[in-house]
């Protein structure tokens, strides 16, 4: 037994409703994670054939968008998208828009090589379609808000250099999860009574 279609979703029972909206998200999802470890095929996963991206710097054709970010992005030392407040409205079983609020990060070097933390704030306003059972981007708008810069200045503790980098991982292709990195033997380099650190 199928739920009434919800309000604002023509024709879309409840149970579809939320499975649509969360295939929806994860397009998005897939879109951040491949930008940010420059992994081509995921980033393109997030379009739809003949997809549109106006990106402010370029508007065009979503896969010549791709190509041309990646490449711009592997002067970067690391990038970061984060998504905060995701909208997605079903205009019907096949069709949704949706707005997104991103929070991006770039980690660069300035002209005389010292690190630099760029900070952008936006949105994306997005149309989706769903093509042979696969949701997908068919036109984006990046709407810019607000950025800022300001020097990296040094880490938190000594103990982040202990961490796994992001570094290691980045432009490699690698699968999501643990099996991203090699293993490594057990180690215990906090003392006693030594705070834990934020992560």
């Known amino acids: 037994m199928t739920g009434a279609a919800a ?8 149970l579809s409703r939320l499975v649509a909206l969360e295939e929806i998200r994860e397009v998005v999802l ?10 081509a095929d995921l980033l393109r996963s997030a379009y739809l054939p003949g997809a549109q991206d ?9 896969a010549e968008f791709c ?17 905060l407040n995701h909208l997605v409205e079903l205009d019907g079983p096949d069709d949704a828009r949706g707005e997104a609020y991103v929070l991006a990060h770039v980690l660069r070097r300035d002209d005389e090589g010292a690190p630099v933390h760029d900070a952008w704030w936006g ?6 379609e769903r093509r042979d059972g ?3 981007i068919a036109h984006r708008i990046t709407v810019h808000e607000w950025t ?3 020097p990296l200045g040094a880490p938190m503790r000594d103990d982040t250099g202990l961490f796994r980098q992001g570094a290691e991982d980045r432009g490699t292709g690698a699968v999501l999860g643990p099996g991203a990195f090699p293993p490594r033997p057990a180690a215990t380099t906090v003392g006693p009574g030594a705070p834990a650190s934020a992560s």
């Open 134 to 136: 696969r949701w997908g």
């Open 148 to 150: 800022r810069r300001e």
């Open 7 to 14: 309000p604002g979703s023509p024709g879309v029972d409840a």
């Open 30 to 39: 897939r879109y951040c994670r491949g930008l940010d470890r420059l992994d």
């Open 67 to 83: 190509r041309r970010v990646l490449e711009s992005h592997r002067r970067y030392d690391a990038t970061m998208h984060c998504v």
């Open 123 to 128: 949105r994306y306003a997005d149309r989706y």
């Open 54 to 62: 106006d990106h402010g710097v370029f508007v065009g054709d979503a």
